[in-house]
């Protein structure tokens, strides 16, 4: 049982409710989306395959309990849901970020899966999968990535089919895309239509600027 894994890297958690943590970070190669903001399309195609013993091998030596598997699109390669598995076996806070055009219902449940819905401006909003909305626990997050007005809107009205428990409960994240969407004017769209979600910006772009890869 083996993945291809493009980069296993420490790094400070950058999104979600978990930015600001040190965290392990697991990037697998391959990807189904070509967005049009992407700013990992090295993952496309790099990697080499280790076998998931050597991957939890390279976690363990960072010694930090929390661990994001990303990508690329992680759920392309079937051994995924079994990794995550097992570092949750093995104590460790596993967060998925997945592109949210495959099923995530064979995921861990203990994992926190962060399902991005795409987007008018991604050039992608037609591959979501819609089933992954009714397969959402509270633990979960949903991520949105804004470009424009047009988006936002898109957004908006996606949390409309959300039940009033997620709603309530779960974190949603809106991120702004840089250099295309000032946060400041979604700010004032957020708080001008009172919704409960969570400004996302990128902290590790913030800190790491020039893009380092591997940050």
Known sequence: MTLKINEIFVSIQG???LAGFPCVFVRLTGCNLRCSY???PYAYE??????LNEVKERIRSYRIPLVEITGGEPLLQAETP?????LLDEGYRVLLETNGSLDISGVDRRCKR???VKLPGSGEEGKNNRDNLKALTPM???KFVLSHKEDYLYAKNTLLSLSPLLLRE???NFSPVMGRLDAAE???WILQDRLFVRLNLQLHKLIWPQGERGR
């Open 170 to 172: 779960m974190v949603i």
């Open 114 to 116: 962060i399902v991005d």
């Open 140 to 142: 979960d997050e949903l």
């Open 15 to 17: 999104e979600s409710s």
């Open 38 to 40: 992407c700013d990992t």
């Open 46 to 51: 790099e990697g080499e395959e280790l076998t």
């Open 186 to 188: 979604l700010s004032s």
């Open 82 to 86: 079994k990794l995550i598995h097992s």
